[in-house]
């Protein structure tokens, strides 16, 4: 499984971006997909993901301003963010949790793309 992300880059504090990330290859079944970010020197946290039934989870940071769609047919989830603040600034990686025919679970990582939020 692949995943290929966009959107991303530099805003001032209030204004929007959004995200997406497209899974391809062999896809059986995704758990769920969405993102994660990671600040310098800090592990990966949640952002938001959204299950294969449509269960959002959102990061308490986030909740509120930051929405999450995903496409189980095409493999694609959007992360609409509004209202970003300055801490909102990291990289953010995309998240697929698959799993194959057999019920082997593999988490699949996108190359991250960088949020910078000025004030």
């Known amino acids: 499984v692949q995943l290929q992300a966009s959107g991303g880059g530099a805003v001032q504090t209030g204004e929007s971006l959004r995200l997406s990330c497209e899974a391809s290859?062999?896809?059986?079944?995704?758990?769920?997909m969405g993102w994660y970010r990671q600040f310098p020197g800090k592990q990966r946290e949640l952002v938001a993901v959204?299950?294969?039934?449509?269960?959002?989870n959102f990061a308490d940071s986030v909740r509120g301003r930051f929405t999450i769609a995903t496409d189980n047919n095409k493999h694609t989830a959007h992360l609409q963010m509004n209202s970003l603040k300055p801490e909102d600034t990291a990289t953010y990686y995309c998240?697929?949790?698959?799993?194959?025919?057999?019920?082997?679970?593999?988490?699949?990582w996108g190359r991250g793309t960088l949020v910078t939020v000025s004030s």
């Open positions: 290859g062999i896809i059986f079944t995704i758990n769920e």
């Open positions: 959204e299950t294969n039934d449509g269960m959002p």
């Open positions: 998240r697929v949790e698959h799993r194959d025919l057999l019920g082997i679970v593999t988490v699949y």
